[in-house]
């Protein structure tokens, strides 16, 4: 069943005809959501928030979801870069308690975006999950979550995206579950290394980030207790792939079963349960 919004709309905003806007994150459930509401919602804006430090899969991905709905994905860019913040947070990298990055390049882009009047603001959350997250709390925005109104799971999600023929974001193909910044202090180890072996590049710079920290006075990592350096040493990586292998292992063991569509359809993907508590504009 579709929900239908008219009632809160207009409990909110009373006649006055509010924006429908959806924020891409370059994840799976935003680009589903995008092409859920294509048709039934003609006037929807797509908005991808550029930190331009996102992986180039994301930029790819957004290129082709845009032809996908035929419509322009505007991008915002924030008003001074990641680097710039960094500097005015004297160097401090940010973490889950320090989240200056989704403010200051997701969030304040946003807000600028959708300005004061009515706005309806269309997130990707499933119904399978009870994540909560890190949104605009700007009274003239009103959140709405159509896959849990309307009772979709990640296996309708996967179905939206393959009968679409976008597909899966293609840094999924080597192992990396969320969207957002080539850097991002959410990303499991397992994680780090998949953008070691994959973008070395990316990951180099990453380091730089950390060993750079370290004229500020104080040494800050993204993974909280192990720098990059240390997690690069080939003894470490094969640590972390071995850990994570058993991890699975025994996962996939405890499951209990999977759903009937999930086993007929081959349509499983990794158990994202642990991009809960992420930033919902960075990673949905
Ligand atoms: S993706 Fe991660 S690092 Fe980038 S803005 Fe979001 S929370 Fe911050």
New binding site residues.
């Given amino acids: 069943m579709i929900t239908d919004y008219a009632p809160r709309i207009s409990a909110s905003f009373g006649s006055e005809p509010p924006r429908h806007i959806l924020s891409l994150s370059g994840g799976k459930d935003s680009a589903a959501l995008a092409i859920y509401l294509r048709d039934r919602i003609p006037e929807i804006e797509y908005v991808f928030h550029d930190?331009d430090?996102e992986l180039p899969e994301t930029y790819d991905y957004i290129g082709r979801l845009e032809a996908i709905l035929g419509k322009r994905i505007h991008r915002t860019t924030p008003t001074d870069s990641f680097d710039h913040w960094l500097t005015v947070y004297k160097g401090m990298l940010?973490s889950n308690h320090r989240?200056w990055?989704?403010k200051m390049?997701?969030l304040k882009p946003f807000e600028a975006y959708v300005g004061d009047g009515p706005v309806i603001n269309y997130v990707g959350l499933r119904a399978d999950e009870n994540r909560s997250g890190y949104i605009s709390t700007k009274s003239n925005i009103l959140a709405v979550y159509p896959f849990q109104d309307d009772g979709l799971v990640r296996a309708d999600i996967i179905r939206i995206l393959e009968d679409s023929g976008l597909g899966l974001p293609p840094y999924m193909d080597w192992g990396r579950s969320r969207s957002?910044?080539f850097?991002?202090?959410?990303q499991q180890k397992i994680e780090w290394v998949r953008l070691l072996e994959t973008h070395p590049s990316y990951f180099e710079l990453a380091m730089e980030y950390e060993e750079r920290a370290v004229q500020f006075g104080e040494q800050f990592y993204w993974c909280q207790s192990e720098s990059l350096r240390e997690l690069a040493r080939p003894e470490r990586v094969a640590k972390i792939k071995s850990d994570w292998e058993k991890a699975q292992a025994r996962k996939k063991a405890n499951r209990k079963s999977l759903s009937l569509v999930e086993t007929l359809g081959g349509l499983e993907v990794e158990d994202d349960s642990h991009l809960r508590d992420?930033?919902l504009v960075?990673?949905i």
């Fill in positions: 930190t430090k940010p989240r990055c989704t390049l997701k957002g910044c850097f991002c202090f959410y992420g930033c960075c990673s």
